[in-house]
């Protein structure tokens, strides 16, 4: 089976609030992990990415923390907008394979 | 622009038929990947390659071939093509497969094999 995976499909959060989107994954060899946004009938654009010697990295509106402990990734939004709304995946690379989950899509609310 | 191409966009395929989906990139990039995307679904790992002349599998290899000649070009080829290959592949390139900078992804191409 995979060894990244999201815990919800679906997440809905209201305009200007912060979105917090969970992936879980299973390999402990895994030592980079990437976070891609989706639009409809685009191909996935790089968001933000941390290596595993980290726990936090920040973007502009974006940050990304990992749990090594109990294998958990997450990606938070802040103030999210109309122009959030995707499908996102986490990916991780394991020995130069770069290994997709299934992804959660974002409804923003008005 | 500079950035990843994909040729073609759209392509229908018979059954049995062969064909290859072209991949370039013009950012002198090292690595670059295959995958293929099922409607509602993840993206799933093909083909990848670190460097010119390297390839390797990746998670669904089975009836896809590649090369690498060059850093700029990562052609997959369909040998037999089957119903089952119908998707949408996307095609991704960066400097290596462990970040310090952006991967690019292509636009995609839709293929359907009837």
């Known amino acids: 089976g995979e060894s990244v995976g999201l815990h919800l499909p679906t997440l809905s959060v209201q305009e200007g609030d912060n979105s917090i989107i969970n992936c879980a994954y299973s390999?402990?060899?895994?030592?980079?992990f990437i976070w891609y946004k989706q639009e409809s009938g685009k191909g996935p654009q790089f968001i933000i990415d941390?290596?595993?010697?980290?726990d936090k990295r920040q973007g502009q509106r974006v940050t990304v923390l990992l749990n090594k402990t109990v294998k958990h990734l997450s990606l938070q939004i802040a103030a999210t907008q109309p122009g959030d709304s995707a499908v996102y995946f986490c990916?991780?690379?394991?020995?130069?394979?770069?290994?997709f989950g299934k992804g959660t899509r974002l409804h923003i609310l008005p | 622009n500079a950035g990843v191409t994909q040729t073609p966009k759209f392509q229908v395929l018979k059954t049995g038929q062969s064909m290859t989906l072209q991949c370039a990139q013009d950012?002198?990039?090292?690595?670059m990947s295959w995958y293929r995307q099922d409607p509602g679904m993840g993206l799933r790992l093909i083909h990848y390659?670190?460097?010119?002349?390297?390839?390797d599998q990746g998670e669904v290899p089975n009836g896809y071939n590649v090369s690498r000649s060059t850093t700029e070009d990562f052609p997959l080829r369909l040998l037999s093509a089957a119903p089952s290959q119908t998707s949408v592949y996307f095609c991704?390139?960066?400097?290596?497969?462990?970040?310090?900078?952006?991967?690019?992804f292509g636009q995609g191409t839709r293929l359907t094999v009837v």
């Open positions: 991704a390139s960066s400097y290596t497969s462990t970040g310090g900078t952006e991967a690019f």
């Open positions: 390999n402990s060899a895994s030592d980079y």
């Open positions: 941390i290596r595993s010697n980290m």
């Open positions: 990916a991780e690379n394991i020995d130069d394979k770069i290994i």
């Open positions: 950012m002198n990039h090292e690595y």
């Open positions: 390659s670190v460097g010119a002349g390297i390839t």
